[in-house]
């Protein structure tokens, strides 16, 4: 199966890339938020799995990420910006798909992204998937980086950039294919603007003020052997979540992106089986 490239109108009216894997006979759809480096080609095999059992899986890119040439790489001017994309996103899989409401899959980054979205617009959602979600990092800015972005937002410098500090591929995995493949990507992101750095941290502070207007199921998807996020602090955010109810997940011996495993089947057939766990209750 391969995905249909199209774009979307954005919240601003400018196109955002999209790729939609699209079943014949969706059951279910899906909306897919990828990290901070990252961009939705990473996440080409999970995508084809979900919509090869039915799910209408769409990726989206964020804007200034990936093959998203519109838009200032690696900028946004406020964070709301990100959530109304993901709210626009939301609502044209659940329309296309003539589904009550859309799953919302977050990977690292993506997933405080996530967490933001289903509280800010609960009525799209069917359920939260959180894959090692970015609500918790272990690997941060130093100190000096964060004194300098502060100095470059008083002076109005916004776009001044600034490296994002996930520079060694063995953060994300230790398959060896993997980590040359990320180490070698052209449209990974290594840097953001100065305002981007601020707009992610206002971010964190919506997620946690936010966390108790999550009414959705959450799904926990995390990886034993993280070196980028803190797994038991990420587990108690996670219970502090309005969810109905949640599933925690953590696959032994993996690395950070759970899609780079050198078997991620039984990472694929979770995400598979909680979409039909919900979907039938």
């Known amino acids: 199966m391969r995905p249909e490239e199209t774009t979307y109108r954005s919240s601003d009216g400018t196109p955002l890339p999209m790729c939609v894997w699209r079943p014949e006979k969706p059951r279910a759809a899906l909306v897919y938020l990828h990290g901070i480096q990252s961009h939705s080609g990473w996440y080409e095999a999970s995508s084809r799995r979900l919509a090869s059992a039915g799910v209408a899986v769409y990726q989206i890119e964020r804007r200034g990420s990936g093959t998203d ?34 799953h919302l899959l977050g990977v690292s980054w993506g997933g405080k992204l996530a967490v933001a979205s289903a509280a800010a617009r609960p009525d799209l959602y069917r359920s939260l998937m959180l894959a090692a979600p970015g609500l918790c990092p272990r690997v941060d800015l130093g100190a000096w980086a964060k004194v300098r972005v502060a100095k470059c937002l008083a002076l109005g410098r916004d776009l001044a950039r600034f ?27 290594r840097e953001v603007t100065a305002r981007f750095l601020y707009e992610s941290r206002r971010l964190d502070r919506l997620v946690r003020r936010a966390a108790g207007a999550v009414d959705v199921p959450v799904l926990l998807a995390l990886a034993e052997r993280d070196r980028i996020m803190d797994n038991p602090a990420t587990r108690a955010l996670v219970a502090r979540l309005g969810a109905p109810r949640h599933r925690i997940v953590e696959y032994a011996g993996a690395s950070h992106t759970l899609e780079f495993e050198p078997d991620p089947e039984p990472y694929f057939r979770d995400l598979v089986a909680w979409i039909d766990g919900v979907e039938a209750a």
């Open 163 to 189: 490296p994002i500090p996930l520079a060694d591929p063995h953060l994300f995995t230790e398959n060896p294919e993997r980590v040359r493949t990320i180490a070698a990507d052209p449209l990974a992101l």
């Open 69 to 102: 040439s519109a838009h200032e790489r690696g900028h946004v001017d406020r964070a709301e910006i990100w959530l109304a994309d993901v709210a626009l996103a939301a609502e044209r899989a659940r329309d296309e798909t003539e589904t009550a409401g859309v």
